[in-house]
């Protein structure tokens, strides 16, 4: 019922859930079909609950949610405007919520593993819209639907991820899922201080994918079908960084990239990508992040059709 992590979705359900994806994305494109879409969930409703700024997580479910006709109630700054901020608790929240007989609550918190926290107390499915340094589960699916509309397969890829992949969850669950397909190989650019945690080494391991770790980008990119970029995760370090070194895509940098590759990145950017690069064809980070739309809306129409 709720959706927590990436490790949930069978590859068939992620071949439906895109199918549906796609099909919405045309439907979308006509006034006959939007009607369509909205005629689709009319009656239910969305709580979306955040409790860390976001941009495109929160409008694209809320506005996933009006264009299959739902109602949406939301709280974009949960921390200061909520009960939260006199002390309740998650789970209280949530129980209130329960009450109030919504169809589906995201849920964004900085505390790793919260939305576990809110499903268990929760009646009402919960969709992890990211929590803390743990998953970002829908963003690695609209992640996995857009390598998959730029390179017809999920197999036999060379993924390239750089930046901060320590504390980015958006690269833990889309390497996740990425693992699960056949021959893909990893690289992984990063300073030391921010690399990927052992424990998706350790998966990756476990079901004998190849991966690299360097800081040249130069030799990462060669052959890459996908470079996934992330920026900075500012909020979550722990400790100063000692080193400062900043992997930035560039025309310079870009140009040791093969043109098949698809350059990706979860946003916001702050300064590691280089906007003289937007046009470059290769360049897909904001197409990318309107398939977010879809496959949200494909997602929500699954997850309320189970109940
Ligand atoms: N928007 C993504 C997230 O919420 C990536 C980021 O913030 O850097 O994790």
């Not at 268990?120 to 819209?129: G, L």
């Not at 424990?199 to 360097?214: F, M, N, P, R, S």
Request: aromatic share 8%.
């Amino acid at each position: 019922m709720h959706v927590l992590s990436v490790s949930q979705f069978h590859n068939e359900t992620i071949q439906t859930l895109f199918a549906l994806a796609t099909k919405y994305k045309k439907l979308d494109q006509t006034t006959a079909g939007r009607k369509k879409l909205h005629s689709l969930h009319t009656g239910n409703q969305l709580c979306s609950l955040f409790y860390e700024p976001s941009t495109r997580t929160r409008i694209s479910f809320e506005q996933a949610a009006l264009k299959l006709g739902m109602g949406v109630v939301s709280t974009e700054n949960a921390a200061e405007f909520s009960s939260a901020s006199k002390g309740e608790t998650l789970e209280d929240t949530m129980r209130v919520l329960n009450g109030y007989n919504f169809d589906a609550v995201i849920v964004r918190h900085p505390e790793t593993g919260a939305t576990d926290r809110a499903a268990a107390v929760s009646t009402t499915p919960i969709i992890n819209a990211g929590d803390g340094k743990g998953e970002h589960p829908t963003q690695a699916l609209l992640d996995l639907y857009t390598i998959y509309e730029k390179h017809g397969t999920l197999e036999g890829l060379t993924v390239v991820l750089g930046g901060d992949l320590k504390h980015g969850r958006t690269v833990r669950s889309l390497v996740r899922l990425l693992a699960r397909y056949k021959g893909n190989r990893f690289v992984f650019v990063s300073t030391s201080e921010l690399q990927i945690g052992v424990d998706i080494k350790q998966e990756l391991a476990h079901v004998g994918c190849t991966y690299t770790e360097t800081e040249d980008m130069k030799q990462a990119f060669k052959n890459a079908d996908v470079v996934y970029w992330t920026r900075l995760q500012k909020e979550r370090l722990e400790t100063k960084l000692t080193s400062s070194k900043e992997f930035i895509l560039n025309k310079q940098t870009i140009a040791y990239l093969p043109k098949k590759a698809v350059i990706m990145h979860p946003l916001p950017r702050v300064s590691e990508i280089h906007t003289e690069i937007d046009s470059d064809p290769r360049a897909y980070y904001f197409k990318q992040a309107s398939n977010g739309l879809y496959v949200r809306m494909a997602l929500l129409h699954t997850v309320l059709s189970s109940r």
